[in-house]
């Protein structure tokens, strides 16, 4: 929508560019006491009023009397609430990411143990393969000693 009046600036001359406005063209509203509107270029002002929002909100200054009030205090107590559900959702999420911190600081220990006990096991494993070899080969020379007397004798 920008780029299809491209004729002419709406302010100054028309030799200098859209970039090298002067300061009176960026603050031509001031006057107008729009003050979203203050310090933008004219034709971004006139596009910012003429917005349905803008509209919709002048229409709604416009309107007094109780009715108007009251709508403005709903609208208040509406934002107080979204801002109080907002801030426990925050609250929340922020209970949830310790939590899940905690979790894996349990989980890194929980690992660590696990691998402990791993390791002890193999180890008893491996003491308990070398006692019964020691068994056996004790248990082998034993029994070949005595072939040995027997045939011996």
């Keep these: 929508s920008r780029h299809t009046v491209a004729s002419k600036p709406l302010f100054g001359s028309p030799r200098r560019s859209t970039m090298h ?70 609250w929340e999420r922020d209970g949830l990411v310790r939590r899940i911190a905690d979790l894996e600081v349990e989980l890194r220990h929980t690992d660590h143990e696990i691998r402990s006990l791993g390791m002890a096991l193999a180890a008893a494993h491996s003491e308990d393969g070398v006692r019964k070899t020691k068994t056996l080969n004790s248990a082998r020379e034993l029994l070949e000693g005595m072939l040995q007397v027997e045939r011996g004798s």
């Excluded at 107008?32 to 003429?50: I, T």
């Excluded at 200054?61 to 108007?68: A, L, V």
């Design 21 to 90: 406005r002067s300061m009176s063209d960026c603050t031509t509203f001031r006057s107008a006491g729009a003050g979203p509107v203050l310090g933008m270029r004219s034709s971004q002002a006139a596009q910012v009023l003429q917005s349905p929002v803008a509209l919709e909100s002048a229409r709604r200054r416009k309107r007094t009397g109780p009715r108007g009030h009251a709508e403005v205090r709903a609208l208040r107590q509406d934002v107080m609430r979204l801002r109080a559900s907002l801030l426990q959702d925050e």
